[in-house]
């Protein structure tokens, strides 16, 4: 490095110096002439005499200069010059070979840079590869991921000596009241320990400590730095203020660095004491009760599978000493995961995969450069073996194809970053949705020196496989009188370029093939809704700290008001209320028993599903069907029987094909004590259809749907329809509902198409990527066929004009030249077909209703690859059929 | 005796020892004084001289400097660095071994075969 600034600096300096050269000579030369006078010659004698002495001032300073080291950079820069003026000459050959490598360079640098930001790059938390988080789970629906308990929690602490400092941390939303307006706020609830344990630090007043703990705290906030820009703009007044959260005062006492927060993307941070729920007894002492996501840092010199080992053997212990806790047919355990892994997770296949795709593009846009500069320099060979002739040292001559294949690699470079920058945006939205780092996210100096990296080396190897006359051989070369031929080992290597192009581009085809048909199944997937053109509003009343009774009347009846005036408006023909609409996932579900059903402990999970409430005709409105009994109906009130439905998932669990009708369930375990709820028995009045509530690619879970005015209300929202476009309805429906709760912050307001359309967007997003790189691919190994051969054939002109001349038929010629292709495209396609049958299983995580050997797909892929390699090779095979054998003899 | 040029490799043992012996020194005082010490056998053009302070120069042994010389001229003088005169402790004693082994071969044969 230092000795290229030097070399800069020099020819930037070499004016300079070559003026302080000429003084230098000089100066000795009129020292010597003094001394020459002193001794008594006269002035013009000495002079002559210094002169003599010198030995020439001009070749000296020549000889000054090469040992500087100038020369190098003159004939670098004419090199350079040289290879412009060459370049522009061949302005096809390099916009091909410019764009083919931007397009390989900016793939893999704006990929690059995102792999880098999202999973390599070390995370700003201090020592942040020693965090850790722990994962509970069982087998069965909804055991994925089922946190963890206070009493568990503790265990941990005392027990696993292996973590240092173990957080806990859980997901709470509450509305946040601003002077104008309220805004849903997305916070954790952390112990007092979590940002020590995180390793992060404030970048304004404090975060939270041990003392903050405790049901006698004071509540305090803390603010993520993106929610404090967004929300306070940045304020830093902000600090020891109140504000309104839920009807509460919490004092805002910091803002902490900027990170990645995870399991959840939140606004802010608040203390336990917050939520009344977290610090009640239920809460700190029930083992069942499992609400807190737990985060750890490994203690000095342990390492990952001494805390693994650890936190098994104390969960084994737990389990022995609480089998009540532990449903043994649930096969409960704890997974420990490096928190940079958990962050990751979801992004991480997506990502290679493209890593992937991009790489394979970027391989088959080096082959076909590769082949470009081959053909190239067989008709260069002249003009080389010439200039070879006229002195130019094969060294020299290497050294010009260098500087000219750096310069064109340098230009596809500074495109690809061109087109990395630009495609930097989508990138990053695409990657939001799966993972919490993509603000880390940017094209950085990596990047930069992997394009640089990628290029240079491209370069290289062009240079080394361009052909060059040998020393002393070229009088050989000049006598077979130049003529143009690639040589057999050149065309066998342009041959093997082809295969290869042809097989990535097979493999990138199969896998965007099976992407895209993941992602037309799974559009296709019945939402289990009778129709899309619903609108979905949720409208949350309700803080999730306290349910309070007192309030519960009043609340309901502004829901009935929202929805006699939501009826009301022009073009509504129906508005049912119901609480987490349909399509969107709920975050409640509790344990529940069916009548004459033991409580659950032995050998079976217990049930668990989701809770809804409904309004009447909520079913009708949604399109959500009636299996069997009846909705909600009107006459379902607080005095009269409590009464609910629930969807087929839970029937068929629970009833194996009986009537439901009329069984009665209940709610079980202790948390229902910290809702709304009670364990009186309710009965069945109906059973309806699943609908894909968690997602399109999930399994509905079982359900159930309590009456809304039956049960004190635990959130709330509105189905819409019209006769007409409900989705011009939007702002008349905001406004009706900002009216009547001025202080409440609407839900994204969405038509059931749009919610479905958003849950597919990612991967749409995903499928299109691949594709693109797909088509890219086989563009550009179509080039690559149609070229090579092309250049076949111009070789062979004399050949041909021979077969010609001799009987051979044009159709047979033609014949000849597409057999010479068609082998390297099937040689290709069989060699791509078992790469992808062999290789599909790594996408198998990505798709959704295809197996990833789909032979539907490899067929159709393969199909379209012959075609298009047949037709690559037809424009050459034609041209060569059309050859006239009188003009190609007489030449 | 015939004028000679300078041997490879040993004209810059040459200035760098002129520099330690006379301290700060531009280039034609470095010119005669080599001519001097050789008793005139050798003889420095500039294409021989200047390319070698210049490589001094860049392997950082000497440092130079515009200056006034003692009859009012300006000149550029080249001066030793404390690299420059490890450099000169090495070389010195690396000829030194050189010229005791070259002695010891051209010496006339005393031991019988």
Redesign the interface.
Known sequence: MSRIRALIARVLRSGHMEHDLRDELQSHLDMETDEHIRRGMNPAQARRQALLNSGGLTGAAESVRAQRGLPWVDSLLADIRYALRTLRRSTAFTAVVVITLGLGIGANTAIFSVLRGVLLKPLPHRDGDRLLYLRQAYDGLGGENVNFSVPEVNELRSGAKSLGQIAEYSQWTQNLEGPNDAIKLNAGLVSGNFFDAMGLSPILGRLTRPSDDGAGAPPVMVLTNEFWMKRFAGDSSIIGKQVRLGGASVTVIGVVQPAPFFPDHVDAFLNMVVSPHHVSAMMVQGRTHRMTEVLARLAPGATLDMAAADIAALHSRMRQEHPDAYNPASHYRIDVIPFKTAIGEKARLTLWLLMGAAAFVMIISIANVVNLTLMRGVRRQQELVVRAALGAGVSRLRRLLLVENLVLTLMGAALGLGLAFGGMRLLIALTARYSPRASEIHLDLVALAFALLLSVSVALLLSFAAFLPKDGALASFISAGMRMSGGLKKQRLQRALVVTQVAVSVVLLAGAGLLTRTMIRLADVPTGLQTEAILTVPVSLFNSAHYDASTDAENKALYTRMQAELRALPGVTDVALGSTLPLRASMMSLNMKAEGEAPSSTGVAPLNPEVRTVGPDYFRIAGIPLLKGREIQTTDQPGSGKVLLINKALADLLFNGADPIGKQLAFTGDVIRFTPLNYEWRTIVGVVGNTKDAGLDVTPRPAVFLSFAQEMAIDGGFVIRANSNVTSLVTSVQRVIQHIVPTTPIGEVMTVAQVKDQSVAPRRLNAALISLFGILAVVIAAVGIGGVLAFSVSTRTNEIGIRMSLGAASGQVQRMIMREGGVLVALGLVIGIALSFFGGGIIDGLLFGVAPRDPVTLVSVAVTMAVIGIGACWIPAARAARIDPAITMRS | MPKTDVKQGTLALMILTTLDVLGPL???GI??RIEETSKNRL?L????L??AL??LE?EGFIKAEWAQ?E?N????FYALTAPGRKQLARERKEWHQTAHLIAAFLAPRSETT
């Open positions: 531009h280039g034609y010119a005669r003889t053009n500039y294409g021989t200047y390319p210049v490589k860049q010389s009859n001229r300006r000149a550029k």
